[in-house]
């Protein structure tokens, strides 16, 4: 059985203070790291007009392209080193949405669940959406993508604000898990037909909430130095263990962890 992970790779430019790099990015990406260390039977889907970004995942065999016409680009900038959790954010806000078109000869024919990483509204159509629930098995999906739309634009490249959309509730309806922020949650409301909402909130914890609400606390971290992709890397960890031990309370606690381990160097999860 194998979980399928979904959603762009991108071309990123991480900036820290005066220190400039140019990263390959994407959730799908930053979260194959911790599937390749922790739950070895995935399958990452990513879409995009460049193919030589796989080279830079753990396992590129594990890595299926959906070739399109565009790549996401991603600007991230963090003007303080000493508080990395204030990030500027710039994107392209590139349309090249994945079909059902697009899956229907590339998934694998045991699923043990799908985790859905939009970067913007375009990447999951609706009809893509409930293609993927016919198959009755666990979605974990990341909200975030869907409230993003464009703003100021800047060279060609558009800011990054966020708005609830009316369609967010068919969208999200039958979903196990789905994850965001504390911000994001202020946004969209708590009312939605999942099994649970995984709330993070930097430095300060997470929650989980579903029948009942799970405060997770937060593992202190002795030196951040790049807290890019740490959101994907918490969904990412929870999803191992919450697929392997159906504990909600076990997979924060994992993810906390693993979240705090991976701010302490630059790039993905590295276990060493």
Known sequence: MTLVIIGPVTKDIIRIG????????????????????????????????????????????????????????????????????????LSNFARIPILKSDLEDILPENIDGFVLNP???????????????????????????????????????????????????????????????????????????VDEMVITNGSHGSRIVGDSEIKIEAVKCDNPVDTTGCGDTYMAAYVTQKSLFKSSEIAGNFASSIASEKIESFGPYNKN
Not at 156 to 183: C, H, P, Q, R
């Open 18 to 89: 005066g220190d400039e790099s140019n990263k390959v990015g994407g959730a799908t990406y930053y979260q194959s790291f911790v599937f390749e260390e922790f739950y070895n039977d995935y399958l990452a889907i990513v879409n995009c007009s460049d193919e030589s970004l796989v080279k830079d995942f753990p396992d590129a065999s594990k890595v299926k392209v959906i070739r399109k016409d565009d790549t996401h680009f991603f600007i991230n900038d963090y003007p303080n080193p000493d508080d990395l959790n204030i990030r500027h954010q």
């Open 119 to 193: 970067l913007n509204r375009y990447d999951f159509p609706a009809g893509t959406i409930e293609y993927l629930k016919s198959f009755d098995v666990p979605i974990f999906l990341s909200v975030q993508g869907f409230l993003r739309i464009p703003s100021d634009e800047v060279n060609g490249n558009y800011t990054i604000k966020l708005s609830n959309f009316e369609g967010l509730s068919s969208v999200l309806s039958g979903v196990n898990s789905i994850f965001l922020d504390e911000a994001e949650a202020n946004i969209i409301g708590m009312d939605y037909d």
